[in-house]
């Protein structure tokens, strides 16, 4: 098992900037493709980011790109998103989420560990 912690929401106002960390614990031996995924209020739950296991491929949402960056440190077993210039429609609770590969980084039932989320809230 893998456990998955997110630390690092709040409230901001638009044009701020946060960052996300998702720090993973457990059985974390092996490689892992790590996501990020969000869910407003009322709305579907949608992919955000992805990140290969050695951290070399990214992938973005068209609606984050140029605006949110994914990385990772494997030796903290912790993955990072850098959200800038946030709007109010950044507002969601952030998860993320771990698989073992890179194919179809977007689908959600191919991750195996999701965290619990944390809550960011981006002010007008």
């Known amino acids: 098992q893998v456990q998955l912690v997110e630390f690092g929401g709040g409230l901001v106002q638009a044009g701020d900037s946060l960052r996300l960390s998702c720090a993973a614990s457990?059985?974390?031996?092996?490689?892992?493709?790590m996501g990020w995924f969000r869910q407003a209020p009322g709305k579907e739950r949608e992919f955000v980011a992805a990140i290969s296991s050695s951290g070399s491929s990214t992938y973005y949402a068209d609606s984050v790109k140029g605006r949110f960056t994914i990385s990772r440190d494997n030796a903290k077993n912790t993955v990072y998103l850098q959200m800038n210039s946030l709007k109010p429609e950044d507002t969601a609770v952030y998860l993320c989420?771990?698989?073992?590969?890179?194919?179809?980084?977007?689908?959600?039932?191919?991750?195996?560990?999701w965290g619990q989320g944390t809550q960011v809230t981006v002010s007008s």
């Open positions: 989420a771990a698989r073992r590969s890179v194919v179809d980084v977007t689908r959600q039932d191919l991750y195996d560990y």
């Open positions: 457990g059985r974390t031996r092996g490689s892992y493709a």
